[in-house]
Structure formats: structure tokens, C-alpha cells
């Protein structure tokens, strides 16, 4: 079987692997100006490899053993890690209809730089925009936050 210590080894390479994802992420798609089509699948490849890398190893190994040892660090982490992903979700709330009102009047193929995004929502478009912007900055400093107490805890537990 394997031991303990070489699966957190493991959990922590993956977990640290989905940073430079996210911030490649949300470089490119800050700096790169129209978001067409193929920016938005770009950015969403190293996105999703960031949130395959974090999530099935919480998923996986970490959920699974939290009953057993939940106190102290732990208990920290994994609530700092579950603000990460509701923050998430909230994000992912505007992001839909962001997508939706941009697909409805084609400007991931046809960008038009005249037209406006808070012009062609309705009138709770840009209170979806900050949506998107509060859950995508929350995510990211919960999940670093969640990422250091973790890194406290796997240097508490298997190297001290």
C-alpha cells in the first residue's frame, strides 16, 4: 500500500501545479484584448487545468479524511478551502449570464468594440459583472490562503 506521506507529496505537487495555471489563466485573459472564442477556450484550458489539479485531490484525499482529524489547522483549512469554492460559485453565477448576453449578440466571433457590455445587458448587467469579479478575486484568495495553511500542515505532519 502507499504511505501517507507520499500520497500528501503527491496531493501537494498537484495542488501547487494549479497555481501557475490560474495565474497563466488570468493573465491571458486580462492582457488579451478582444475576448473571442478562441481567447475565452484558451484561458478556460488553463482554468480547468487548475481546477482539475486543486479538486480531485480534495475531492479524492482530502474530504475522505477530514472527519478523523478535523481540529485545529485542519479545521482552518477546510473552511478556508470551502469560502474558496463558494466564492466560486458565486462567480459562476454572473459568468452565465455574461456568456449568454455576449453569445446572444456575437461578439466571441464578431467583436465589436463600439458596442458596450453594460449597453447590450439588461439593467442588472453590471451588478452580474461584479458577480464575476467578486467571486473570481475571493476564490483566488481564499484558495491562497486555504494553500498556505495547507502547506503548514503537510510541514507539521510529515516533515517536522
Request: net charge negative; proline share 3%; with cysteine.
Amino acid at each position: 500500500m502507499v504511505s501517507d506521506g507520499l500520497v500528501a507529496t503527491v496531493v501537494l505537487l498537484s495542488v501547487s501545479l494549479s497555481l501557475p495555471c490560474f495565474l497563466y489563466g488570468a493573465y491571458y485573459i486580462i492582457e488579451t484584448e478582444p475576448v473571442t472564442w478562441d481567447v475565452l477556450i484558451h484561458h478556460l484550458k488553463f482554468v480547468t487545468t487548475g481546477l482539475v489539479l486543486t479538486t480531485v485531490p480534495m475531492v479524492f484525499w482530502m474530504i475522505p479524511r477530514l472527519p478523523d482529524q478535523l481540529g485545529g489547522l485542519s479545521a482552518v483549512h477546510a473552511m478556508l478551502g470551502l469560502q474558496a469554492y463558494a466564492l466560486l460559485a458565486f462567480g459562476g453565477t454572473g459568468i452565465v449570464r455574461i456568456f449568454r448576453t455576449k453569445r446572444e449578440h456575437d461578439l466571441y466571433n464578431e467583436y465589436d468594440e463600439d458596442l458596450l457590455l453594460d449597453e447590450i445587458g439588461d439593467e442588472t448587467f453590471s451588478h452580474w459583472r461584479s458577480r464575476l469579479r467578486i467571486g473570481v478575486f475571493g476564490y483566488v484568495i481564499f484558495w491562497l490562503l486555504a494553500y498556505l495553511v495547507g502547506i503548514a500542515r503537510y510541514a507539521l505532519r510529515y516533515v517536522a
